[in-house]
């Protein structure tokens, strides 16, 4: 009786799978055509970032042998002599393929592809920080939350610690809305330090990943390392599924 039961249970499913793919096909996030959520073609072409080659402290695609990211000057404009983290990893350069996957997920209601950034965001997990981490994030402002009905970076975070086999925390408070459009990198980045604040009495872990999911000048990464840093964490790492290169 209870195979029975689970049998129409199961059936019903796959019954309501079929019609929502035919009412709502999946379609690839990037090019538009059906099937997949995001096809092999556009996968393949994806702009991946060879960790090899990357800087080994801010992460910058290409910077192993000279950054041009992390050097005193940009630092300089950035109202900082190092850069915050103990290590910063971005999996993509945050191209037009990549900035669609990100807006199809959190602003065009894909919420399967929370699965995909994660599982592509998991790899540049460096082994070193694994052990006895946690998975932080920098959640959505108050009105970007009531906007979407869910916390996007919440939900990427707690995907990818899923998937990394790690836990997920929150340790930080929304962030007051910022524009931060016509303001100097300097400015962006002495904004986002005062928006920036630990949610009062969240426990402090000795170490932590926080997770984005596109890095623009990294003023906001920034800005929490800082929080972090005043409130007694040892290791803090950095990791953003796509980094915008100017
Ligand atoms: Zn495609
Ligand atoms: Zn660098």
Known sequence: ????????????????????????????????????????????????????????????PYGKTQCTECTPLMLASANRESVPFNNMAYAMVADNAVKRIVKTYKDKGERRLAYTIANIASRYISPDWKNDCVITYIPDTIKARQRRGFDHAQELACTLANVAKLDCVGVFMPPKSIDQRNLSRKERFANMSSAIKLAPASPTFRKIIVFDDICTTGSTLYAAADCLRRAGYKEIYALAFGRVLD
């Open 1 to 60: 009786m209870t195979n029975t039961i689970e049998f129409f249970k199961n059936a019903m499913h796959v019954a309501a799978d079929i019609a929502t793919e035919t009412i709502w096909p999946t379609r690839c996030a990037i090019c538009d055509a059906p099937g997949m959520l995001i096809c092999e073609h556009c996968l393949k072409k994806l702009s991946y970032i060879d960790t090899y080659l990357a800087c080994p402290i801010c992460g910058a």
